[in-house]
């Protein structure tokens, strides 16, 4: 009901709010809402992933982990999945495996 309501736009235009504090939290909320398969489409339709893969180059930590957070919920569907690829974001998040962030390693592991 509430991602039909316009949340998946509200929250995807907010990832990338100048306040970093309104962007981890609306971050946070796009993971919330991709790990629900029914929530993919809207997410998708949303630009979503267009927006997570410039967020998984974030020096902010924490959105950097939402943002990985977002893209394993999505990366459950094999279409999205599939776009995901064809947006270079397997090759990101394979770069980001290499990471120091035993907790962001963890994460883009999980998402791979």
Avoid: W
């Avoid at 902010?60 to 947006?87: E, H, N, P, Y």
Wanted: hydrophobic share 45%; proline share 0%; glycine share 4%.
């Amino acid at each position: 009901f509430v991602v039909g309501a316009g949340l998946a736009h509200i929250a995807t235009d907010l990832m990338e709010n100048s306040d970093i504090e309104i962007a981890k939290s609306a971050v946070l909320c796009v993971a919330n809402l991709a790990s629900n398969s029914m929530n993919h489409t809207a997410l998708v339709n949303s630009n979503a992933l267009t927006r997570l893969l410039r967020l998984l180059n974030s020096n902010d930590r924490d959105i950097c982990i939402r943002a990985v957070s977002s893209m394993r919920g999505l990366s459950t569907d094999a279409s999205f999945r599939s776009q995901i690829i064809k947006l270079g974001g397997a090759r990101t998040l394979l770069k980001l495996s290499r990471t120091e962030d035993v907790e962001l390693q963890m994460e883009v592991l999980s998402t791979l």
